[in-house]
């Protein structure tokens, strides 16, 4: 079995791989700086659960992997066969509050990855990009061929310009690399700071919803079992340097890949089946559109359906209720008292 590096091992996506990684067999290293965007609580929650299931074979250091010493530091004397890069500042209207906080992480951090991974000669370096990166594109679904050079965020630029820094690191040391364009995450663990979450949240204790752009949005909502099976398969699968063209366009070792479920679904669908789990209605506060925020988002997975056999199998009509049912087990919700 192999032995594995996944940054962001704390966050939502990064604990869900390690697990799946860990349950195969393999060991897991992981890294995050345990920031307080949203609740530490939840992140060491997230640890938890791999410690006790897994004992020696998580070992996680906190550190910030945009600080190069104290990454290397943490990493010495330890090996490692890939890379699953999945750290990062998330959020997109939080960029346009704090953009140096987004350099630093997404930009600084990602360089520093993309050194480990050189230096080490490490096998595959995965790394997380974003549908984000796809701004003001109008042509649905969104495809990793279009052109994608008019962000309407901080994050999605700094994404974009990791999708560059990998490319440039693949042409120069042809490392082999994989980007995935991930299309909103959702499901047990989730994020406090994504519309699932904080719906769910405001529904059971009766408080009003935001509901953006006048409830006309569109969403490809994938779930993260779904996500975490095309991660490892990516993993598994490093790209071949043979000159040919890879997904995204580039000819040397480094493709891109969107991850999603190839289903554009109304926020108001979300909203419904949200309802039917809490088992209440929701208040509707209905706003314009925040800045930096898309109508629609729309995967189009030919591509990694094509080269791995990526398909999708979660509805929302599984999902949302699934989210729902650990959301109140974890909250205690429902719980009778002892």
Known sequence: MAAILVTGAAGFIGMSVAER???????????????DYYSVALKKSRLDVLSQRY????????????????????????????????????????????PHIYMQSNMVGHLNMLEIARHRSTGHFV?????????????????????????????????????????????????PQTGLRFFTVYGPWGRP?????????????GRPIDIFNEGDMKRDFTYIDDIVTGVVACLDNPPVDDGLEKAGGSLSPHRIYNIG???????????ELLEDACGRKAERR?????AGDV?????????????????PSTSIDVGIPRFVSWYKAY???????P
């Open 295 to 311: 109508k629609e988002t729309y995967a189009d997975i030919d591509a990694i359906q094509k080269d791995l056999g990526y398909q």
């Open 127 to 175: 790394y997380a990009s974003s549908s984000s990166v796809y701004g003001a594109n109008k042509s649905m679904p969104f495809s990793v061929g279009d052109r994608v050079e008019h962000p309407v965020s901080l994050y999605a630029a700094t994404k974009k310009a990791d999708e560059l820094m990998s490319e440039v690191y693949a042409h120069l040391y042809r490392l």
């Open 193 to 205: 700071d994504m519309a699932m979450w904080l719906f769910t949240d405001r529904i059971l204790s």
């Open 286 to 290: 209905f706003l314009p559109m925040q």
């Open 21 to 35: 990684l860990l349950a195969r067999g393999d060991t897991v290293i992981g890294i995050d700086n345990l920031n």
């Open 331 to 337: 909250h205690g919700i429902g719980r009778t008292p």
């Open 261 to 271: 479920n190839h289903k554009a679904e109304p926020l108001m669908r979300l909203v």
């Open 55 to 98: 004992g020696a074979h998580f070992r996680f250091h906190e550190i910030d992997f945009a600080a190069m010493a104290d990454l290397e530091n943490a990493l010495l004397g330890q090996s490692f066969d890939g890379i699953v890069h999945l750290g990062a500042q998330a959020g997109v209207r939080f960029s346009i509050e704090n």
